[in-house]
T-cell receptor
Framework: EAGVTQFPSHSVIEKGQTVTLRCDPI?????LYWYRRVMGKEIKFLLH????????ESGMPNNRFLAERTGGTYSTLKVQPAELEDSGVYFC????????????FGPGTRLTVT | DAKTTQPPSMDCAEGRAANLPCNHS???????VYWYRQIHSQGPQYIIH???NNETNEMASLIITEDRKSSTLILPHATLRDTAVYYC????????????FGQGTELSVKP
């Protein structure tokens, strides 16, 4: 069974540019989460999808971040325009609908904004 | 904010048991204790979880005190590949909710 995959693994962009991160969850997992770790800080929750619906987006830092999950399969996280403080590692995780909170994480996307 | 307290770092000799403590004195009756770890440059990995009984799986054992205010994750025979940051997280079960990561314990397994 394939795990959670994320693309790209690394991205370097300039301040003011746009970047889109993609996450493919484990097949059949209705729950999809985005987290991020910025330099020297703890891993922080961003948002949670149940199928295509946003269940909890309380962790989204501001309106420069837009997450979508069309069709309830893969998800994208767009940052527009990127700022220096957006640099960090963005993780995606998925879990089954009725499987408690055992979340399976992807390898992350390392975003560097220069 | 995280509802748990863990020591920032620990060392363990290869082949010996690693015992990682966690305090969660404000845990409520419906909250489970989950353990995750993050090996360098990888995404966090689920290890084990429990409510009030001790639990064991192929990776580790979880011992929860009777008053549920603390727990210990035990890696019975630590290897170099177990070097990672270990996170203790309390969360309501089956609500599909967000994980709140604290700073965790950085475990170094030494030869």
């Amino acid at each position: 069974e394939a795990g959670v995959t994320q693309f790209p693994s690394h991205s370097v962009i300039e301040k003011g540019q746009t970047v889109t991160l993609r996450c493919d969850p484990i097949s059949g997992h209705d729950n999809l989460y985005w987290y991020r770790r910025v330099m020297g800080k703890e891993i922080k929750f961003l948002l949670h999808f149940v199928k295509e619906s946003k269940q909890d987006e309380s962790g989204m830092p501001n309106n420069r971040f837009l997450a979508e999950r069309t069709g309830g399969t893969y998800s994208t996280l767009k940052v527009q325009p990127a700022e220096l403080e957006d640099s960090g590692v963005y993780f995606c995780a998925s879990s089954q609908a009725d499987g408690g909170t055992e979340q399976y994480f992807g390898p992350g996307t390392r975003l560097t904004v220069t | 904010d995280a509802k748990t307290t863990q020591p920032p770092s620990m060392d363990c000799a290869e082949g010996r048991a690693a015992n990682l403590p966690c305090n969660h004195s404000t845990i409520s009756g419906n909250e489970y204790v989950y353990w995750y770890r993050q090996i360098h440059s990888q995404g966090p990995q689920y290890i084990i979880h429990g409510l009030k009984n001790n639990e064991t799986n192929e990776m580790a054992s979880l011992i929860i005190t009777e008053d549920r205010k603390s727990s210990t994750l035990i890696l019975p025979h630590a290897t170099l590949r177990d070097t990672a940051v270990y996170y203790c997280i309390v969360i309501y079960y089956n609500q599909g909710g967000k994980l709140i990561f604290g700073q965790g314990t950085e475990l170094s397994v030494k030869p």
